[in-house]
C-alpha cells in the first residue's frame, strides 16, 4: 500500500510540475516594447561641456539583445570620446508593479547609473542618477524612434542639484543590418 500512495504522490507531483513548466508566464505588452533597442546600432554626435566632461564629438556602436525569455534587454557598446574607448552595458526591464521601465548601467572607467523610464508611442523618457568619480548627478534622457524605427535620436541633460538641468549630449543612432 505504501509503494502505490507513493507513486500516485509522484504522479501527481510531477504532473503539477509539468503543467506548471508548459505555463511558463510570456512577456506582456509593456516589456516587448524593449524590442525597440534590439540589434546593432551606430551612433554619433556631441558630448557638451559638463560636470563629467569637457565638449567633444562622440561616436560609439551598440548592441541589443532580449533575455530573460523576452523580460529584459541587455544592451553593451563601446564608445569613442574625450576620454579614449568606453565600454558599457545597460540592462533595461519593465516593472509592472510600478508599471514603469527599470535600468541600471555601468561603464569600464567605474561610472554607474540607474533610474526609471517611461514610453509613449515612439519616445522613451528615463531619469535617474550617474555616479562619476564618486560625485552623483541627476541625468535625464530622451529617446525618439523614426517610425521605421530603424533610427532614433537620444538627448540627455545633467544636473548637479535636480533642479537646474544643461544639455549634456545629443546622438543620432541608425539600425545596421
Do not use: H
Not at 507531483?13 to 510570456?26: M, Y
Not at 559638463?50 to 567633444?56: C, E, N
Not at 555601468?106 to 535617474?128: F, I, R
Amino acid at each position: 500500500m505504501r509503494k502505490s500512495t507513493w507513486a500516485c504522490l509522484v504522479t501527481i507531483v510531477f504532473g503539477i510540475g509539468v503543467s506548471v513548466l508548459a505555463q511558463a508566464p510570456q512577456p506582456g505588452p509593456e516589456a516587448k516594447k524593449l524590442a525597440m533597442f534590439a540589434g546593432t546600432w551606430q551612433y554619433a554626435g556631441e558630448a557638451k561641456a559638463s560636470p563629467i566632461a569637457p565638449a567633444s564629438k562622440i561616436a560609439g556602436k551598440q548592441t541589443g539583445r532580449m533575455v530573460a525569455g523576452g523580460f529584459a534587454i541587455e544592451n553593451a557598446g563601446e564608445e569613442s570620446g574625450p576620454f579614449g574607448g568606453i565600454q558599457w552595458g545597460e540592462t533595461d526591464v519593465y516593472d509592472p508593479a510600478s508599471k514603469t521601465y527599470r535600468y541600471l548601467g555601468y561603464q569600464n572607467d567605474g561610472a554607474v547609473w540607474q533610474g526609471t523610464g517611461s514610453v509613449t508611442g515612439n519616445v522613451w523618457k528615463y531619469s535617474g542618477t550617474m555616479t562619476v568619480k564618486g560625485a552623483s548627478y541627476s541625468i535625464r534622457t530622451e529617446a525618439t524612434f523614426t517610425p521605421d524605427g530603424k533610427s532614433f535620436t537620444w538627448n540627455a541633460e545633467i544636473s548637479t542639484d535636480g533642479k537646474t538641468w544643461a544639455t549634456w549630449a545629443e546622438t543620432r543612432a541608425t539600425k545596421t543590418p
